[in-house]
């Protein structure tokens, strides 16, 4: 008589479930499992403690254990047909890959990686240092992620490594945490200055920028500013005042299709610019400078004349055959004395 057996596929999903309930509550965090027969594309549903109290927010997670779910560096799940689910459940939705061979879990927002993946069969994601699935990181980076906080606890050394890392993922956790914790320390700024200087455009985020005017400040900026110390500030001044032409050139190739407004990233370019004492004349040798792209010179055109409005047009006027942008910026000049950006 053949007794039934236990298949190890079992085995390894409640290595997996088990691994993540002993992160979630040695994290002082309750683990709410969702036993398999009632399982519909979510395992457990994790409520976060934070300093010993409830913070009321909840998160459904779905769980995959095995090699199986580790393809060629990547984590894998697979969607089957829980897409719709996964993307209309009330709470927010995240997936836990387990990886036997790594003793290593990794975890993925499904909700999100739903609307950049929306027509494939898996979500597929790099396990990275910036979402490992341990007790130190749920408790510095997982937890203020689902809280929309910055993750915190991170030594420089450690935020300094990751900022250097060749993965976004982990450089811009990195960038984060210098920002939010070491923003005292003379270093951070070197760094900052650097990584603007060395990075492709195309790989420096968005809010790098807006973590620059912190230093010269704007109207816009609301938080953030609590670890800049008056030292600090002045050394960063002090960097900000050795940029060259190419600095300039970098800081408006850095401005995107929302151009400069409250609230864009060119508001935080041009309060850059603005508060560097040399800018304009630099800012000329870009609008003369034929050998720049036109958007360039039409950006730096529009920072020029809002500075210095009457005095602008000399350096502009020459300029009007090739940019309906700056004749129009010349005719606002003429007509109302000045350009408005905000």
Same mark, same amino acid.
């Given at each position: ?14 290595t997996?479930?088990n691994r ?8 002082n ?11 519909i ?8 403690i934070?300093?010993?109290r ?24 697979p ?18 890959? +387990?990886?036997? !061979? #790594? ?8 909700k999100?990686? %739903? /609307?950049?993946?929306? *027509? ?28 929309e906080?910055i993750?915190?606890?991170?030594s ?11 993965c ?18 003379n270093?951070t ?5 650097n990584?603007l200087?060395?990075r ?12 620059l ?21 002045? +050394?960063?001044? !002090? #960097? ?5 032409k190419?600095?300039?050139?970098? %800081? /408006?190739?850095?401005? *995107? ?21 040399k ?22 055109s529009?920072?020029?004349a ?10 502009l ?21 000045s350009?408005?950006?905000?």
């Open positions: 008589m053949d007794l039934p057996k236990y298949s190890k596929i079992n085995v390894t999903s409640k997996g479930v993540v309930r002993t992160v979630v509550e040695t994290s965090s309750i683990f709410h499992e969702i036993h398999q027969e009632n399982d594309g979510v395992d457990a549903i994790i409520e976060l934070k300093d010993e409830p913070t009321g927010r909840m998160v459904a997670i779905q769980i995959k254990s095995g090699e199986s779910f580790y393809v060629s560096g990547k984590c894998v799940i969607i089957e047909n829980h897409k719709k689910y996964w993307k209309n459940h009330p709470l927010p939705m995240f997936g836990i890959v +387990y990886v036997p !061979s #790594l003793d290593c879990a990794y975890w993925v927002d499904i999100k990686q %739903l /609307l950049n993946q929306s *027509d494939s069969s898996s979500i597929k994601f790099d396990p990275t240092k910036a979402n490992t699935f341990n007790k130190q990181d749920f408790e510095r980076v997982f937890v203020p992620h689902v809280l906080e993750p915190r606890g991170f420089l050394d450690d935020a300094l490594e990751l900022f250097h890392s060749e976004y993922d982990e450089s811009f956790l990195g960038l984060l945490v210098l920002f939010r914790e070491h923003t005292d320390n270093l700024w070197d760094e900052f200055i990584y200087r060395d492709h455009v195309n790989d420096i985020p968005k809010m790098f920028p807006y973590i005017a912190h230093i010269p400040w704007h109207q816009d900026i609301w938080g953030g500013h609590d670890k800049i110390t008056s030292e600090s500030r002045e +050394y960063a001044k !002090s #960097l900000f005042a050795s940029f060259e190419a600095d300039f050139v970098k %800081l /408006l190739q850095l401005i *995107d299709d929302d151009g400069i407004a409250r609230g864009t990233v060119g508001q935080s370019i041009e309060t850059i610019i603005s508060s560097i004492q800018s304009m004349d630099y800012l000329a040798e870009i609008i003369k400078d034929a050998n720049l792209p036109l958007e360039i010179r039409e950006r730096a529009l920072i020029y809002y500075k210095l409005r009457k005095a602008s047009l000399s350096i006027e020459p300029m009007v055959t090739e940019s309906d942008v700056v004749a129009l910026i010349i005719q606002n000049i003429k007509q109302y004395g350009v408005s950006l905000y």
